[in-house]
């Protein structure tokens, strides 16, 4: 809400009425217009005073009320702000430009079922009211309400059909339900709106991307830099873009500017302290570390640490000593697969720093060591020890059919694309009714019931095993590598997979995360692994016929 600035300073009286004293009325007018100069000069503790000033001496000055709002809400004190607004609405209740603020200040307070409230009262003063509207929908989309949402962006375009804002949101709100032509679209008229603008060509660029036009999204990211260098969120999707095209020099160079975006620092999962991250190096070379000491730090989620584990090796020929900091689940694994490699845990690592001539975050290893596709080796580097894989095949006991298969049905999480990777079991019925099949749940998380329901209907019920007995990542690959084959969405199941040498086919969405690569039925990566792609996006009907006929031809 803007600034109002009624009641302002009146003209000075005339000498002849010097000895009248001023009204309370005009003291506080004089006051507000005061308070108004300094609130728009940006001196709000001042103007804040002035404010408190009008209404202790004017305690029905709306105006006054709905400023003071305004600058408290700038000076992060939301809950004045509020009541000023209450007091505000108390007097003059019908502004729906008021209600509108106090919608906005209940979103900055969490409370959005009573900001949805607040913005719907400012529309039922005024219908055409453009921002209520815009920050309704916003509201409805962070309540779940995501079709509610995308018809309030609809009426919000209605009435501002030019206006950049309500596309970007409602094209943010396409992307993030997958609805990427329909993000595509709405990015594209805010880029005839706005061609100067990096923002403009960075989210055209990033809903090209999702929609597979590699090239094309590419372009977009150059343009977006070239407007703004500074653009962080840029090198990063560009980043993913070329590593998806196997363009890994280039790729790894733009993945070093994750440690600037700020979704990749919400978002990553690993270990790195304050302390530690001051000691990253980004310029290291192969040659500095040779002869030294390296801690490694696992910076990202399980299925990355897995993945990058891969390198490993070519690091421990290098370097004199290599110590790594992981998480506790990984630990058992990599103690056993790497023998010459120190792990410790974070907690005794946030006690006692472990000493080291350099600190390398894990996922900057592709950038020492993975610069060309001939440089991926593809060989197992994980094994689980083997007398836990002994336990392993005692619990599986005897075959009930020719194949033992695992499946994962789920992969990511809302802010890694999980709709658009991820299927239901009633999706996988042509694969769970293969006869020569028995099949293994390897799938994380409390999935007791909907295997339940999916066994009712399965003349060979998938196989399941307490969620503890398999959260620590020796036993889960001891269980693999007890399998024939594993059938996954993409997820951390398949980098173990991978990293044991099983067999694996991947059902992959159209969009698929980097470490899948554009095209072709092969991971660099992984010998052991391969891709079944949609063809189109959210149609998994055809991957998942593929995925049982190579069941069934393994069996031949």
């Known amino acids: 809400m803007g600034l109002e600035a009624r009641h302002v300073r009146p003209k000075p009286p005339s000498p002849d009425l010097m000895s009248i004293p001023a009204s309370p009325e005009d003291r506080a007018a004089a006051l507000f217009g005061d308070a108004v100069a300094h609130h728009q000069g940006g001196r709000l503790a001042q103007a804040v005073d002035l404010y408190l000033a009008v209404v202790a001496l004017s305690p029905a000055h709306a105006p006054a009320h709905a400023n003071l709002a305004v600058a408290l809400r700038a000076l992060g004190r939301r809950d004045e702000a509020l009541a000023s607004l209450d007091r505000a609405i108390?007097?003059?209740?019908?502004?729906?430009?008021?209600?509108?603020?106090?919608?906005?200040?209940?979103?900055?307070?969490?409370?959005?079922?009573?900001?949805?409230?607040?913005?719907?009262?400012?529309?039922?003063?005024?219908?055409?009211?453009?921002?209520?509207?815009?920050?309704?929908?916003?509201?409805?989309?962070?309540?779940?309400?995501?079709?509610?949402?995308?018809?309030?962006?609809?009426?919000?375009?209605?009435?501002?059909?030019?206006?950049?804002?309500?596309?970007?949101?409602?094209?943010?709100?396409?992307?993030?339900?997958?609805?990427?032509?329909?993000?595509?679209?709405?990015?594209?008229?805010?880029?005839?709106?706005?061609?100067?603008?990096?923002?403009?060509?960075?989210?055209?660029?990033?809903?090209?991307?999702?929609?597979?036009?590699?090239?094309?999204?590419?372009?977009?990211?150059?343009?977006?830099?070239?407007?703004?260098?500074?653009?962080?969120?840029?090198?990063?999707?560009?980043?993913?873009?070329?590593?998806?095209?196997?363009?890994?020099?280039?790729?790894?160079?733009?993945?070093?500017?994750?440690?600037?975006e700020a979704r990749f620092l919400r978002t990553a999962v690993g270990q790195v302290t304050a302390d530690l991250r001051a000691r990253l190096d980004p310029d290291l070379s192969v040659q500095a570390l040779a002869g030294r000491w390296v801690l490694v730090v696992g910076e990202q989620g399980v299925g990355d640490i897995l993945m990058f584990a891969s390198i490993l090796p070519d690091l421990a020929r290098d370097a004199a000593e290599v110590t790594l900091l992981c998480e506790p689940r990984l630990q058992r694994l990599f103690r056993h697969s790497f023998p010459g490699l120190t792990v410790i845990d974070p907690a005794a690592a946030a006690e006692r720093p472990p000493r080291a001539d350099h600190v390398v975050a894990i996922g900057s290893l592709g950038r020492l060591y993975r610069d060309r596709r001939e440089d991926f080796p593809g060989a197992p580097y994980l094994a689980a020890r083997p007398e836990v894989r002994a336990r392993w095949e005692e619990r599986l006991g005897a075959r009930t059919a020719p194949l033992r298969v695992g499946i994962s049905w789920r992969g990511g999480v809302a802010g890694t694309g999980a709709a658009g990777r991820s299927m239901t079991l009633a999706d996988l019925a042509p694969v769970l009714g293969l006869p020569m099949c028995e099949f293994v749940s390897l799938q994380y998380g409390d999935v007791d019931d909907e295997v339940a329901a999916a066994n009712r209907h399965l003349g060979r019920p998938i196989r399941l095993f307490p969620a503890q007995n398999i959260g620590d990542f020796e036993d889960l690959a001891a269980l693999t590598q007890s399998l024939d084959v594993v059938v996954s969405v993409q997820t951390a199941i398949i980098h173990l997979a991978g990293a044991v040498g099983q067999r694996a086919l991947v059902m992959v969405p159209h969009n698929p995360e980097w470490r899948y690569g554009a095209t072709g039925e092969d991971i660099p990566w992984y010998r052991s692994v391969r891709l079944e792609r949609q063809a189109v996006p959210g149609a998994w009907a055809q991957v998942i016929e593929r995925v049982a006929r190579r069941l069934s031809a393994l069996t031949l």
């Not at 003059?92 to 008021?98: E, F, N």
């Not at 840029?234 to 993913?240: D, G, L």
């Open 90 to 260: 108390a007097v003059a209740p019908h502004s729906a430009a008021r209600h509108y603020a106090r919608g906005n200040v209940l979103r900055d307070l969490g409370r959005q079922e009573e900001a949805l409230s607040a913005y719907e009262r400012a529309l039922s003063i005024d219908p055409g009211h453009a921002a209520s509207q815009h920050n309704r929908a916003f509201v409805l989309e962070a309540l779940g309400r995501t079709e509610a949402a995308l018809e309030a962006y609809a009426l919000a375009l209605a009435l501002g059909p030019d206006d950049a804002e309500i596309l970007t949101n409602r094209g943010n709100a396409f992307y993030r339900r997958e609805r990427m032509t329909e993000a595509l679209a709405d990015y594209g008229r805010v880029l005839a709106l706005r061609p100067l603008e990096a923002r403009s060509h960075y989210n055209h660029a990033k809903a090209l991307e999702a929609l597979g036009r590699l090239d094309e999204a590419l372009a977009g990211y150059e343009r977006a830099l070239d407007r703004d260098p500074g653009l962080e969120a840029a090198y990063w999707e560009r980043s993913r873009c070329l590593l998806k095209l196997h363009q890994f020099a280039e790729g790894w160079a733009d993945y070093e500017h994750r440690w600037r």
